[in-house]
């Protein structure tokens, strides 16, 4: 099961190389660099098959994991993540695998509820990659009584028995 998991994984981050090269290479062909929001990257020719039913169940985790975490429930929050040992999660200088160790991480640094906040996604796109792979990014925002920190995050996920799957998490704050 390993090497089906990380073959796959390999299989996902290649077809998001894809995607980012194909951007890279319209931006080069004279898109312009600050390209209006919703025209870049621009779409994978052909359309993938089921794009629309993968943006839905991909949100449907997205808003799942909101709901989550706005409750309390931090490993509520973690079942939109692959419950696997290959599992990335990149975030302020630091990679972190698998499941375990990352529900571990969350509850070390948000130990109660004020610490939590309230979270929210905003300006979010979901680019279905293949019928098994999907990338969403976007924002991320916490609303606390002392601070609202907020930053970036792109997610790739993975169509899995379980449903679509938080395989690799790139996260990153806004200074």
């Not at 890279?24 to 390209?35: I, K, L, R």
Request: aromatic fraction near 10%.
């Amino acid at each position: 099961m390993p090497y089906l998991v990380t073959s796959g994984l390999r299989a996902g981050l290649l077809a998001a190389s894809v995607l980012l090269a194909a951007a890279c290479a319209s931006a080069q062909n004279g898109a312009p660099v600050n390209a209006p929001p919703g025209s870049y990257p621009p779409p994978l020719p052909p359309a993938v098959p089921g794009a629309a039913e993968i943006e839905a169940a991909v949100r449907a985790v997205l808003d799942a994991q909101v709901d989550a975490w706005n409750r309390g429930d931090i490993r509520g929050f973690m079942g939109g993540y692959a419950r696997h040992d290959s599992l990335v999660f990149i975030s302020g200088g630091t990679l972190r695998r698998g499941w375990q160790e990352n529900l571990y991480a969350y509850m070390r640094n948000y130990p109660d509820q004020a610490a939590m906040g309230t979270l929210s996604f905003e300006d979010v796109d979901v680019r279905p990659l293949t019928p098994e792979y999907a990338l969403a990014y976007g924002i991320w925002r916490l609303r606390r009584a002392e601070d609202e920190p907020m930053g970036l995050f792109s997610l790739l996920f993975r169509n899995t028995d379980d449903g679509w799957k938080i395989i690799h998490d790139h996260t990153s704050a806004a200074p």
